[in-house]
């Protein structure tokens, strides 16, 4: 049987189990998209669409060894979890050989395993083990630059006149200077010298990680090679970090005042960008089933489709950041700005226009990028932590593109509490310190209660999967510190609570997976000037559904547009009393949010 045919059997299926395990959970075939209505030009059903990804940070996920570092045996030892919470596919960050100057985002051989992880055959066997549960790989394709490790560096620094010289770019200093007033992504100059032949090479990164020149054919079908090693072994995915820096501006002149005040965006302005993905596609993408994502921070939002449109034969997905970075400075991106629901909802309605008919986009509230989603669009304190959680989860789940949940989002785990720049292990914390607060340009104390809440650090702390030493995370010394609140929130707890956000996820995704309109249906915001309660519907053919989530803690009567009226409910979280049928006012408590069947 096609995958096709065996998602939609799936789906049925899970539709008559969920008709019995969720009462009023959208139940009979009058609640179900028929395959012919779901088959509308380019949303023919397609497994990454309809898939809820898990995205696991291997360094933090589980550690088996006892060396305090996550590895893959320590996935594999928890796919059960995953495939109970109802997860389709994996999304992994950097699995490849590294000296983790930025935590496996610096590769210095993109064939071996990074030692810490395991061994090739731990992959292959990760493989094998998702293959048997029916789920699928996705790893994290890192080619923008290598680590300065990498053996094409070592050679390519050996001499201006060695083969790998050209595999990345190399430039003479203007007086004394770098070659250009190009800034690091993670401070200071975006060039390096190297005194032995008194050149500067590119790094938009870590000084660790040289940028590869895509301009160079060898450079390319290297890295295309590659790629077909990972697909080979049965990888299903591909998600490219920083995929729109890859083609680089011609002559590198310097950038102007205004440029280099938004310099990620001037980064994705190179002239063969597409040139260079559709090549990737025409000579690797397409000769496999696999699904590729993009990274796309800096593209300016009406340029995204550029990259995801299925007539353009590039990527599928796109990984837009308009809606998780709403609250940061564009030059000073540690800082946290205040925001509001009528900025987020009419941020989530842009991106979600900007997708065309032909784009699709992922849909996400924290990576290993950014802070946790509770801490930053929810609310973390005690008494409200669940309940915005579940809010959180019942947003990320009903958007019109695929899901990707982050690990520990499913627990509702926080932010950690920073005390001190000792605290932070993060490269760019580091970075910005040297450049904002070491130079005498911010206070010290501003600086750390802004990265407090904005660190990448926050996502990184290990998983927390029960209240034994270390969360159960390792018996060793954790490579990172352990939130000390895992004895209040950890996985052992909520396996087995039927209240618990874990178990709410987990309804969603079957309710996901079994509602055709909530992958593929129209979406709609009711009200976006709204700045309490967030309302919008869900609409495939003759189904239309409603999802309600109040943002506030206060309670909140939400009155429903004229003429519309609630048929059932298909789910809620922290519900006071019973929705009447043909209701048009709900009364929502503090953070309840809730998803209803129209008449």
């Not at 999304?91 to 810490?116: A, C, F, L, Q, V």
């Not at 809606?323 to 940061?328: A, C, G, Q, Y």
């Amino acid at each position: 049987m096609s995958r096709c045919l065996l998602n939609i059997a799936t789906a049925l299926l899970l539709t008559f189990l969920l008709s019995a395990s969720l009462g009023q959970a959208v139940a009979g075939k009058a609640d179900i998209t028929t395959t012919a209505e779901m088959q509308k030009s380019d949303d023919l059903p397609i497994w990454w669409k309809q898939a809820v990804f898990y995205q696991v940070y291997p360094r933090s996920f589980k550690d088996t060894n006892d060396d305090g570092v996550g590895d893959l045996q320590g996935i594999i030892e928890k796919l059960d979890y995953l495939k109970h919470l109802g997860i389709d596919a994996i999304w992994i960050n950097p699995h490849y050989d590294s000296p983790n100057t930025d935590n496996g985002y610096d590769i210095s051989d993109y064939r071996k395993i990074m030692k810490e992880y395991g061994t090739m055959e731990d992959f292959d066997r990760l493989i094998a083990e998702m293959n048997k549960r029916d789920m699928r790989l996705m790893i994290d394709v890192v080619i923008n630059h290598t680590s300065d490790r990498h053996n094409w560096f070592v050679q390519s620094k050996s001499g201006k006149d060695n083969p790998y010289r050209d595999y990345y770019f190399w430039r003479d200093g203007k007086q004394g200077k770098p070659p250009n007033n190009y800034p690091s992504f993670f401070g200071g100059s975006a060039w390096e010298k190297d005194d032995k032949s008194d050149q500067y090479y590119l790094h938009y990164f870590a000084k660790q990680q040289p940028d590869l020149n895509w301009d160079n054919p060898k450079v390319r079908e290297e890295l295309y090679e590659m790629l077909r090693f990972w697909l080979d072994k049965g990888v299903s995915g591909l998600r490219f970090d920083t995929v729109a820096t890859y083609s680089k501006i011609a002559g590198f002149p310097d950038l102007t005042p205004q440029q280099r005040q938004n310099f990620a965006q001037a980064y994705t302005e190179g002239p063969d960008i597409h040139r260079y993905i559709k090549e990737m596609n025409q000579k690797v993408f397409s000769q496999y089933d696999v699904a590729t994502a993009g990274e796309i921070f800096g593209v300016p939002l009406d340029k995204a489709v550029n990259y995801f449109s299925s007539r353009r034969e590039e990527l599928n997905i796109a990984f837009t950041f308009d809606l998780i970075r709403l609250d940061r400075g564009v030059e000073e991106r540690w800082r946290q700005k205040a925001w509001s629901l009528t900025e987020f909802r009419q941020t989530i309605g842009r991106v979600d226009r900007s997708t065309g008919k032909y784009g699709w986009n992922a849909f996400f509230l924290d990576n290993h990028d950014n802070p946790r989603a509770v801490s930053h669009f929810g609310d973390d304190r005690p008494r409200w932590r669940v309940l915005s959680a579940k809010a959180l989860a019942t947003l990320i789940i009903t958007q019109r593109a695929t899901p990707f949940i982050y690990q520990g989002s499913e627990l509702g785990m926080t932010n950690y509490p920073f005390k001190s720049i000792s605290d932070f292990d993060d490269i760019e914390v580091k970075g910005f310190w040297q450049d904002y607060v070491a130079s005498g340009k911010v206070d010290a104390n501003d600086f750390l209660h802004n990265v407090r809440m904005t660190s990448r650090d926050n996502s990184r702390t290990p998983f927390q999967w029960n209240t034994t030493k270390n969360a159960g995370f390792t018996s060793g010394t954790p490579w990172f510190k352990i939130n000390p609140n895992f004895t209040q929130i950890n996985a052992a707890d909520q396996i087995d609570d039927p209240d618990s956000v874990f178990n709410y996820y987990r309804k969603l995704i079957g309710l996901r997976h079994a509602i055709p309109a909530l992958t593929y249906g129209e979406y709609s915001d009711l009200d976006p000037n709204n700045d309490t309660v967030y309302a919008y519907t869900r609409t495939d053919g003759d189904e239309r559904y409603l999802v309600v989530i109040n943002f506030k803690e206060q309670k909140v009567n939400f009155r429903l547009p004229e003429n519309m009226t609630i048929k059932k409910v298909v789910m809620e979280s922290h519900a006071k009393e019973a929705v009447a049928m043909n209701a048009t006012v709900l009364e929502l408590q503090p953070w309840q949010s809730g998803i209803y069947r129209l008449n």
